[in-house]
């Protein structure tokens, strides 16, 4: 077994959120797509998203943050095991505490969501393109009803207001892709 399908399981027994099917085939499909080449991913966890980028030729470079020391220990380790640790470079920091001046292709956001604004803020000057995902948060953006608590409906209206004020903000050219949980792609008009 790969270390790919370890981590799946992995992640499946210890209820650790990675990227639905469906929106990993569509973001690699993507990467191809643009020919993207270098990474900035908000969002280590346990390396999971990171090696399934790396699997695309064109990709040869990753920062991934994660602000969990623990995930950023994991997801440091599988990387290397998979031998993959040249091409990844996992931060263990806050993504809203971390500077860079280096340009990527692409930033893949799949944080903390409430954070989703401010990290688009915060980096779309280093970035061509912009790859949001969960904008539907369970389904529970379009249905806060589902929400089991208050924080929870706090995050869904901030998520909601994310994705509406992408939709209508001129400067860049948004789409919404109601695949996986919500996929939100940005480029600048």
Request: proline share 1%; glycine share 4%; hydrophobic share 40%.
């Amino acid at each position: 077994m790969n270390v790919i399908s370890e981590l799946a399981e992995y992640a499946t027994s210890n209820d650790v959120p990675i990227i639905k099917d469906e929106t990993l085939a569509f973001l690699l499909d993507f990467i191809r797509e643009k020919q993207i080449s270098s990474i900035l991913e908000i969002g280590t966890a346990i390396g999971y998203s990171a090696l399934q980028m790396l699997q695309v030729d064109c990709v040869k470079r990753i920062v991934s943050l994660e602000r969990n020391y623990g995930l950023a220990q994991i997801a440091t380790a599988n990387i290397k095991r998979a031998k993959k640790d040249k091409f990844v470079e996992v931060v263990n920091q806050d993504a809203l505490k971390f500077k860079t001046s280096e340009k990527f292709d692409l930033l893949f956001i799949d944080g903390a969501k409430a954070q989703y604004q401010r990290f688009f803020d915060r980096f779309i000057d280093n970035v061509t393109y912009v790859f949001v995902d969960n904008l539907d948060f369970h389904g529970m953006v379009d249905n806060p009803g589902l929400a089991a608590n208050r924080n929870t409906r706090q995050l869904c209206k901030k998520l909601a207001k994310f994705k509406y004020d992408m939709l209508h903000d001129e400067n860049y050219h948004c789409q919404y892709f109601k695949k996986g949980d919500g996929i939100l792609l940005i480029t600048k008009s």
